[in-house]
């Protein structure tokens, strides 16, 4: 099978020749349709700097991120926009939910972006709300609900669309353990049910063992990678663990 | 480091950021100190040497300037100091005592206004000879404008101004006490709750502006409203509800609205309509003070200006209607009049008016009139030959007047004060009836010369010879006369031919309306430069508030160009929702006062309007692409 994404050979690096820094280089995998992947390392590694690539936001210094074939970065202007309303959906740390409109508003602010029709608008939200468990949300104003709530309500947003890809950025960063396992689970269902395809940046070893697969970076390249497959997600979390201990990571941040 | 020096390098790094701060500053210096140089001045000093209005004039429009510029200053400094909350914030964890801090921000503040204070004071006299020119152009007078330098000026606008910065200064002083470290560091992060619209209070705010209006347009004189509760009072009145209803309107009606809009999902759920819908009604509640202050001002603006303006507009007119001829006076001596004739230039006509000056029995018209009520009046009389005669030159229509009748020229008529002329008759002293057939509001003989004239037919006039004082007057007409000339001849004939000029009855109406024309413009430049500042402060805190859901969308996909759509429709109703209220509230004001003067001001006022509108459109303009600048700048950074 095709894969929906392939990154080849990037490498990017800041500043100018003689002072310059290179955040990533040499760095190639594939995603397939339908996977839950995990990209972790340390601060610094440059897993931010690879989520806005992907994002179309940043683009490499060499090599290319090809995208159902296309590669996105010769994209310019209004079909890079347009590239971007149709095949990615974001999830970010800090909800980034528009105070001004409900919820139910947020969450049907990419439809109304991409001009579906209002009919069908209801119905794709309630369905999405209803993966989420934020149905009685719904008319309530961000200001009115808790950090969890925000962050289910941003996924909502982000997935609502049917995306190819969702990129999350530390999408549980900012909160408790509880509603971090309640987003996390949801994320999950949505993939095993839907064959949502997502791709979580985190440096939590408890919200990485959620993924199906796990991409390790350090100092700008790759380390290793390791897959899930039938393990329960206890034993993961142990192996996740065991790779940071060799590789340096955030242990620490794990209990 | 001392705090004098911390102070100074503060500005010296931050001086983008500090730039319209301290532009806001400038330009209300120069605004008052090029005023009070023009005051102070001895070219408009000794011009205006006969008219000492014009110096209260001043004076009132000085003291109107001050209030305004600290007003505005005022403002200025607290949007200022709302974005400068984090860093002070930060000097006080880093554990900089608060005293210092405050004095920090007391010298800092200090420094700004000394600095713009001599730029703005070396800007204000570069400016001071273009609009002394401008001044003595509206004036009429024909001098050249000098560069004066005025040390009385210079000290006032100093005094004045460093008040204004010891309040502001001691204000930044002030700020760390005024608030917790907490608030300092997210100065605007809390969640507005949502306006709930009334549709009590929005009728009740609509109530309120048409009372206002209605008692606005009542007549002055006439309505038994105004003499009921005083002229202060109702005027008091009129002002307050407007105000209030306008603040009720900002504050319910437009949330309303757009609250109706909200529920059209149909329309809201396409593009970025959702969103500008929404953040309007966001803000537009938070924003009522604003918005109200803005339509106020505007209308403030409009309605002085239009009215002064107006005046100016319709001076010549007033004098065309008042000295039809442009010089006129009563022959007394063949000598005077050679003289006079010597003088004279070409002239388009110089004609010999035969009239009678006859005192009426008038009781028939003293019961119509409210104020003057004397049985007795004199009229000049003329006969429709003359009339016709003198029509003619002056390019007005013939008439034709039967015997026994006539027709009253009486310019002054008012239908509220004056008479009903139409079929009622005057008797001579020897009981010859007269009944006027009709009135004119235009007259062929220069009213302060001949007063009111009545025309009667061409034998009326002859029978009527004998009954009364027999009048020769000597009406000339010329093209562009100047005053000049207007003054020589009024040397050569005595003060008894009751000498009637328009060059210099229009110079005596141009000079007080002129100054008033430019202290109206004057002030209405610095209200609307005010204005525009206002709702430019205010849209650029808020894009910088909400550049980071800018950002967000952004990364959603929407393109540049539907951003850029849904940020001038939200500023286009922050700036014309306020201008329309204001216009319209001018719009009455200006209608009650050209009712209350019997003038059409519909024209000069509509000029007034639009140029108004377009400068502020500019300022809408402006705005946009700042805000624009600021979330392209803010996404290109954020990726």
Redesign the interface.
């Known amino acids: 099978m095709e894969p929906l994404l392939k990154v080849e050979n990037i490498k990017k690096t800041y500043g100018k020749s003689s002072a310059a820094y290179t955040a990533l280089e040499n760095i190639s995998f594939d995603i397939h349709a339908g996977e839950f992947v995990g990209i972790m390392g340390p601060s610094g590694a440059g897993k931010s700097t690879l989520l806005?690539m992907l994002?179309t936001?940043?683009s490499p210094t060499e090599g290319k991120i090809y995208m159902n074939d296309t590669s996105i970065h010769d994209m310019k202007?209004?079909d890079l926009?347009?590239?971007?309303?149709?095949n990615?959906g974001?999830i970010?740390q800090d909800y980034?939910l528009?105070?001004?409109?409900t919820v139910k508003?947020n969450i049907?602010?990419?439809?109304?972006?991409a001009?579906?029709p209002?009919k069908e608008?209801t119905a794709l939200v309630n369905r999405i709300a209803k993966v989420f468990g934020i149905e009685d949300l719904l008319a309530k104003?961000?200001?009115q609900i808790s950090g969890g709530q925000k962050q289910r309500t941003a996924a909502a947003r982000a997935l609502v669309t049917e995306p190819a890809l969702i990129l999350a950025d530390e999408p549980t960063g900012a909160l408790d353990s509880k509603s971090a396992t309640g987003l996390l689970e949801s994320l999950s269902e949505l993939n095993e049910n839907n064959n949502s395809t997502i791709m979580m940046v985190t440096h939590d070893a408890y919200a990485a063992s959620f993924c199906r697969r796990i991409i390790f970076i350090k100092d700008g390249t790759l380390s290793t990678e390791i897959y899930r497959r039938g393990q329960s997600r206890k034993a993961f979390f142990q192996e996740i663990m065991d790779v940071l201990a060799t590789i340096g990571g955030e242990v620490d941040d794990v209990i | 480091m001392t705090l004098f020096s911390l102070a100074r390098k503060n500005i010296a790094r931050n001086l983008s950021q500090y730039f319209l701060y301290i532009a806001s500053m400038v330009f209300s210096i120069i605004i008052y100190f090029t005023f009070v140089t023009l005051k102070y001045s001895d070219a408009v000093a000794e011009q205006t040497a006969s008219s000492q209005k014009l110096g209260s004039l001043m004076s009132g429009a000085a003291v109107i300037l001050i209030f305004f510029v600290a007003i505005f200053i005022a403002y200025s400094n607290s949007f200022f100091m709302k974005k400068r909350k984090k860093e002070v914030a930060l000097y006080a964890l880093l554990g900089v005592r608060n005293r210092q801090i405050g004095f920090m921000l007391f010298f800092e503040n200090l420094l700004l206004g000394l600095v713009s204070l001599v730029v703005g004071i070396l800007l204000g006299f570069l400016c001071s000879k273009g609009f002394m020119t401008i001044l003595i152009y509206l004036m009429g007078y024909d001098v050249i404008a000098p560069f004066t330098f005025s040390g009385a000026a210079v000290l006032n606008t100093s005094i004045v101004f460093l008040i204004i910065f010891l309040v502001t200064s001691f204000q930044g002083y002030r700020l760390i006490y005024q608030f917790k470290l907490i608030d300092l560091f997210h100065a605007s992060k809390k969640?507005?709750?949502?306006p709930k619209p009334s549709m009590i209070v929005a009728f009740l705010g609509i109530f309120l502006i048409v009372i206002g209006y209605w008692l606005a347009m009542q007549d002055l004189f006439t309505s038994k409203v105004w003499e009921k509760i005083g002229f202060l009072m109702t005027a008091l009145i009129i002002l307050t509800t407007v105000i209030a209803g306008t603040f009720l309107l900002f504050h319910s009606v437009t949330g309303f609205v757009l609250a109706v809009i909200k529920k059209n999902?149909?329309w809201?759920?396409?593009?970025?309509?959702?969103?500008t819908v929404?953040?309007l009604?966001?803000?537009i509640r938070g924003n009522a003070r604003t918005l109200t202050v803005i339509a106020v001002l505007s209308a403030t603006t409009v309605t002085a200006g239009g009215a002064v303006y107006g005046l100016y507009y319709n001076a010549n007119d007033q004098v065309m209607n008042v000295d039809p001829n442009t010089f006129m006076y009563q022959q007394t001596d063949a000598k005077s009049d050679q003289q006079v004739s010597a003088i004279l230039p070409d002239t388009k006509y110089d004609e010999n008016v035969e009239a009678l000056s006859i005192t009426f029995n008038t009781k028939e018209l003293s019961e119509e009139s409210a104020f003057d009520n004397s049985d007795k009046r004199i009229y000049t009389v003329i006969d429709e030959r003359t009339y016709n005669k003198l029509a003619d030159v002056q390019g007005k229509e013939a008439l034709h007047v039967n015997h026994g009748k006539a027709v009253i020229l009486d310019i002054g008529y008012d239908k509220r004060f004056s008479p009903e002329y139409k079929d009622k008759t005057i008797r001579t002293e020897d009981n010859t009836a007269i009944t006027f057939q009709s009135f004119k509001t235009q007259t062929v003989l220069n009213a302060k010369t001949a007063g009111i004239a009545v025309v009667v037919s061409n034998d009326q006039f002859k029978s009527l010879q004998k009954e009364g004082e027999a009048l020769n007057y000597r009406a000339i007409g010329v093209d562009q006369a100047s005053v000049d000339l207007s003054e020589k001849i009024s040397k050569q004939i005595p003060e008894e031919a009751l000498f009637s000029s328009a060059p210099q009855d229009f110079q005596a109406s141009i000079e007080s309306v002129g100054s008033l024309l430019f202290i109206g413009s004057f002030l209405g430049l610095v209200f609307l430069a005010a204005t525009g500042s206002i709702i430019y402060f205010k849209v650029l805190t808020e894009a910088e508030e909400d550049k980071?859901?800018y950002?967000?969308?952004h990364?959603?996909?929407?393109?540049?160009k539907?951003m850029r759509k849904s940020i001038a429709s939200q500023v286009f109703v922050i700036f014309f929702v306020p201008l329309a209220v204001g216009l319209l509230h001018s719009a009455v004001a200006l209608k009650a006062f050209s009712g209350l003067l019997m003038m059409n001001l519909a024209k000069p006022v509509l000029i007034w309007m639009i140029a108004y509108t377009i400068i502020y459109g500019l300022y809408y303009i402006l705005t946009v692409a700042s805000y624009n600048r600021i979330i392209t700048q803010n996404n290109k950074t954020e990726?």
């Open positions: 806005n994002a936001i940043d202007g209004a926009t347009d590239f971007r309303r149709e990615l974001f970010f980034n528009l105070d001004s409109l508003e049907l602010l990419p439809l109304a972006i001009k579906i209002a608008i104003y961000p200001y | 969640g507005e709750a949502a999902e149909k809201l759920w396409k593009g970025l309509h959702l969103m929404s953040q009604l966001y803000r980071s859901q950002n967000m969308l990364k959603m996909g929407v393109n540049a539907e990726g």
